[in-house]
């Protein structure tokens, strides 16, 4: 959640979440109305399994990469590969289980291309740019304070990973440098990651160096 003059939400987290939500909006002292646009950075099933749900809630826009909107409006969202050794054996036993969780489908309310977009219509001193890699359609949100919510772009959680680094799932691990490459041309100071806590940029500038 990000909160300026404006009140944009960014993902919408697995499944059945819809209560978890509502409880975390209540702590934050946000009415559901506030929230005008509910941004997927990307629309895998553990970022837009709730979309449904939250955007039924709240009456939020929901926005979405063009080439993962049919994911949205399918439910049927693919997974990605893994890209290290772990990554592949973390996705394969993922791929078993992947049949038992239902995720939703949504409605898209606006379809994002390629190209920059500012939010400060939304109040929010910001830009979407995107950032393909992880998968197709992942976008970034980078504020003019240099904070940048990447989504899957970097990963800092167990059982992904032991510290921050880049995406042990990847359609193409060498457009996830690219999208790092583009996304650093901005200043940016701290990197949000979806899963796993925020760190300091210069953590990803060694990984891309290595
Ligand atoms: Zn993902
Ligand atoms: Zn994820």
């Given amino acids: 959640m990000l909160e300026a003059e404006g009140c944009i939400l960014i993902d919408a987290g697995q499944p059945k979440k819809k209560r978890v939500f509502t409880e975390g909006l209540e702590r934050a002292g946000i009415r559901p109305e506030d929230i005008s646009v509910l941004l997927l950075t990307h629309a895998h099933w553990d970022h837009m399994g709730s979309a449904s749900d939250i955007r039924g809630l709240t009456g939020a826009s929901l926005w979405v990469h063009e080439a993962e909107a049919e994911w949205v409006r399918s439910g049927a969202p693919p997974l990605p590969p893994g890209v290290t050794p772990w990554g592949r054996t973390f996705m394969a036993v993922h791929r078993l289980v992947m049949p038992l969780i239902n995720v939703p489908p949504s409605n898209v309310d606006h379809v994002l291309g390629d190209d920059p977009r500012r939010l400060d219509d939304y109040g929010i001193p910001g830009v979407i740019v995107h950032t393909p890699g992880h998968s197709p359609g992942s976008i970034s949100v980078i504020l003019d304070s240099g904070e940048a919510f990447v989504g899957d772009l970097a990963m800092n959680r167990m059982p992904l990973c032991r510290s921050p680094s880049l995406p ?19 200043p940016v100071r701290r990197i949000y990651p979806a899963h796993g806590a925020a760190f300091d940029t210069e953590v990803i500038r060694r990984a891309l160096d290595a």
């Fill in 168 to 186: 042990i799932f990847a359609d193409d691990p060498e457009q996830v440098k690219t999208s790092w490459e583009r996304l650093l041309e901005h």
